[in-house]
């Protein structure tokens, strides 16, 4: 796809953003598991995918919602932290929270050195933040009705408290690196995962409404089929109660009549992380030819 292409409206086309990256990788995943075959050719921004009525380009998350305000993209995925730092003016359209690396929820926490005199949010009045996110922070101050002095932060924001700041907004996943830098946190400010938003005026053409509920429907159904499994057994007749009672489904089992009369076919879905335990509790209830499958996508 050509630079001069995209936003082309000479033929129906879905304007896609897709995020630059720590987002990268794991959204490319996910619209394959959903069914779309991407490609990022190197130092492009226009990514190639496999069907004709979308067209798409990588732009780092934190101006994404920016431009679908402006109606550059109809929609695209971006963090929910960086949605309101912007103060977009978008439609979310679904929460892509999923158990793959950085599509896992993060915290924007508001941290001091460990000792200090600062307890609580209350006590940074007249102080100074360090912060990535400043309009994400001014506004928490005002709602909390606290008078500090916000700083852009480039980055090491975790190493600032306490000379050059007293406390500092930063974002963290496992904690870890605030606890290196002997922090403590005394208030999350926002917990952000990554959103598939849109323009509101584009919402309006029922073309790309319809487009859009259906790459939903897709992406949905392939983070719902993520952290579950198929299950499929043989199971004697007599022994179909007990094996049931195990059985935590997502919906009702179906169960299948075999050849022999005496036995039944039960097949499942369960969460992946189950099946550990479950399985020998169903050899011993008298299931047998146990076979576990992966899923892509679970719709509807």
Request: charged share 25%; glycine share 6%; with cysteine.
């Given at each position: 796809?050509?630079?001069k292409?995209?936003?082309?409206r000479?033929?129906?086309?879905?304007?896609?953003?897709?995020?630059?990256?720590?987002?990268?990788?794991?959204?490319?995943?996910?619209?394959?598991?959903?069914?779309?075959?991407?490609?990022?050719?190197?130092?492009?921004?226009?990514?190639?995918?496999?069907?004709?009525?979308?067209?798409?380009?990588?732009?780092?998350?934190?101006?994404?919602?920016?431009?679908?305000?402006?109606?550059?993209?109809?929609?695209?995925?971006?963090?929910?932290?960086?949605?309101?730092?912007?103060?977009?003016?978008v439609?979310?359209?679904?929460n892509?929270?999923?158990?793959?690396?950085?599509?896992?929820?993060?915290?924007?926490?508001?941290?001091v050195?460990?000792?200090?005199?600062?307890?609580?949010?209350e006590?940074?009045?007249?102080?100074?933040?360090?912060?990535?996110?400043?309009?994400?922070?001014?506004?928490?101050?005002?709602?909390?009705?606290?008078?500090?002095?916000?700083?852009?932060?480039?980055?090491?924001?975790?190493?600032?408290?306490?000379?050059?700041?007293?406390?500092?907004?930063?974002?963290?996943?496992?904690?870890?690196?605030?606890?290196?830098?002997?922090?403590?946190?005394i208030?999350?400010?926002?917990v952000?995962?990554?959103?598939?938003?849109?323009?509101?005026?584009?919402?309006?053409?029922?073309?790309?409404?319809?487009?859009?509920?259906?790459?939903?429907?897709?992406?949905?159904?392939?983070?719902?089929?993520?952290?579950?499994?198929?299950?499929?057994?043989?199971?004697?007749?007599s022994?179909?109660?007990?094996?049931?009672?195990?059985?935590?489904?997502?919906?009702?089992?179906?169960?299948?009549?075999?050849?022999?009369?005496d036995?039944?076919?039960?097949?499942?879905?369960?969460?992946?992380?189950?099946?550990?335990?479950?399985?020998?509790?169903?050899?011993?209830?008298?299931?047998?030819?146990?076979?576990?499958?992966?899923?892509?996508?679970?719709?509807?």
């Amino acid at each position: 796809m050509s630079d001069k292409s995209f936003g082309d409206r000479s033929t129906r086309k879905l304007r896609l953003g897709l995020p630059k990256g720590s987002l990268q990788e794991t959204t490319i995943k996910l619209f394959a598991l959903a069914g779309f075959t991407v490609r990022i050719a190197s130092r492009s921004y226009y990514p190639d995918i496999d069907d004709p009525e979308i067209e798409c380009i990588l732009i780092r998350p934190q101006e994404m919602a920016r431009y679908v305000e402006q109606g550059v993209m109809d929609c695209a995925i971006t963090g929910r932290d960086w949605v309101i730092e912007s103060g977009a003016d978008v439609e979310e359209m679904a929460n892509l929270e999923a158990p793959w690396p950085n599509y896992v929820p993060v915290r924007w926490i508001l941290a001091v050195k460990e000792g200090s005199k600062f307890e609580k949010p209350e006590d940074l009045q007249g102080g100074r933040i360090a912060a990535e996110v400043v309009g994400m922070t001014n506004r928490y101050l005002e709602e909390k009705k606290i008078e500090a002095n916000v700083e852009f932060s480039w980055g090491a924001t975790e190493v600032k408290p306490p000379i050059l700041a007293d406390a500092i907004v930063d974002v963290t996943e496992t904690g870890s690196s605030l606890r290196a830098n002997n922090l403590k946190v005394i208030d999350t400010i926002l917990v952000s995962t990554p959103r598939l938003v849109a323009n509101k005026a584009s919402l309006e053409d029922e073309w790309v409404r319809a487009k859009i509920d259906r790459l939903v429907l897709l992406l949905k159904g392939a983070i719902a089929a993520a952290s579950r499994v198929s299950l499929a057994m043989n199971v004697p007749r007599s022994n179909l109660e007990a094996v049931l009672t195990l059985l935590p489904a997502l919906n009702t089992p179906t169960i299948s009549t075999l050849a022999d009369q005496d036995w039944v076919d039960v097949s499942t879905v369960i969460e992946e992380k189950l099946v550990r335990e479950l399985l020998p509790r169903l050899v011993e209830a008298g299931a047998r030819g146990i076979v576990e499958s992966p899923l892509n996508k679970i719709v509807g």
